[in-house]
């Protein structure tokens, strides 16, 4: 599991040095889209070379237009999309967003995303699928059909969604702040456990861990490490809970619940 980030040329010209101090490590890179005819983002270059400097492990995502609702749209943009980042040496998935494609085109959304992911597996990059745990993967396109895809998830609820942490990849703000970024960035956690050896041979694999499991032992070692006093309390813990990346109210219904079986 690592913290995470994606970004784009919103974020402007990005200080990758003080970036990889914050204790990010993987970072998820725009490379283009469809929503204003077929475009490479204008930072893509740039953000992949100095995130790659750096030692981040990268991924990238497609933002899909809303004509994104057929199997041969799916084509074409898995095709550009590939012109984008053949010669990309990739640790995480290639992910589609199809954030603005509407319900009433749920199947053909879906038909897309399967051709444009056919496309991008075959030219030996693993694929994916954003969207948000509520618009999304409810009412957009059948999360049946795409299930065994890299599932990324936006999910900014406290109260937590049916996805985290059954997901790959989870996006729980929209508006954190880093060293190293002007304004807010979209915030993540990278649960894919990522193969070193195939990143030092140069190949692009990734090995899905057992996501579950990795969750419930992460999240129980950060309980001891609350119950023995390693995060303060109140405010103090809360905060720093937070600035790792985790959510507080899991943590603290976990503590409780330690706390219950020992009384």
């Known amino acids: 599991m690592t913290k995470c980030i994606d970004v784009s ?17 993987s970072i998820i890179i725009k490379c283009g ?19 790659k400097k750096y030692g981040f492990f990268i991924g990238v995502y497609y933002f899909a237009g809303s004509d994104f609702i057929t199997e041969n749209e799916g084509k074409i943009c898995g ?17 589609i967003d199809v954030e603005t494609t509407q319900p009433k085109h749920y199947y053909g959304t879906t038909d897309a995303i399967l051709s444009f992911c ?24 059948s999360y049946e059909k795409v299930k065994d895809k ?19 990849i989870w996006q729980y703000t929209s508006t954190g702040k ?16 990522i193969d070193e050896k195939s990143i030092e041979n140069k190949k692009v694999k990734t090995k899905i861990s057992n996501v579950q499991n990795i969750y419930n032992i992460r999240y129980k070692e950060l309980a001891h490490k609350v119950l023995n006093g ?34």
């Open 9 to 25: 040329y919103w974020q402007g010209k990005i200080d990758f040095k003080k970036l990889a101090k914050t204790g990010v490590k």
């Open 33 to 51: 889209g469809s929503d204003d005819n077929y475009y490479k983002d204008s930072r893509f270059v740039r953000n992949y070379n100095e995130a």
């Open 79 to 95: 095709k550009k999309c590939y012109e984008i980042i053949k010669d990309c040496e990739l640790d995480l998935p290639v992910y």
């Open 118 to 141: 056919s496309v991008i597996e075959k030219k030996g990059f693993k694929s994916g699928v954003y969207a948000s745990a509520v618009s999304g993967y409810d009412y957009r396109f």
């Open 150 to 168: 890299s599932i990324w998830v936006a999910e900014w609820d406290d109260s937590r969604g049916d996805f985290p942490p059954k997901c790959d």
């Open 178 to 193: 880093l060293n190293g970024i002007d304004g807010y960035v979209d915030m993540d956690i990278c649960y894919i456990d």
């Open 230 to 263: 390693e995060y303060g309390n109140g405010a103090e813990r809360k905060k720093k809970i937070l600035s790792e990346g985790y959510d507080y109210k899991y943590v603290q219904a976990l503590v409780n619940a330690m706390l219950s079986e020992k009384n």
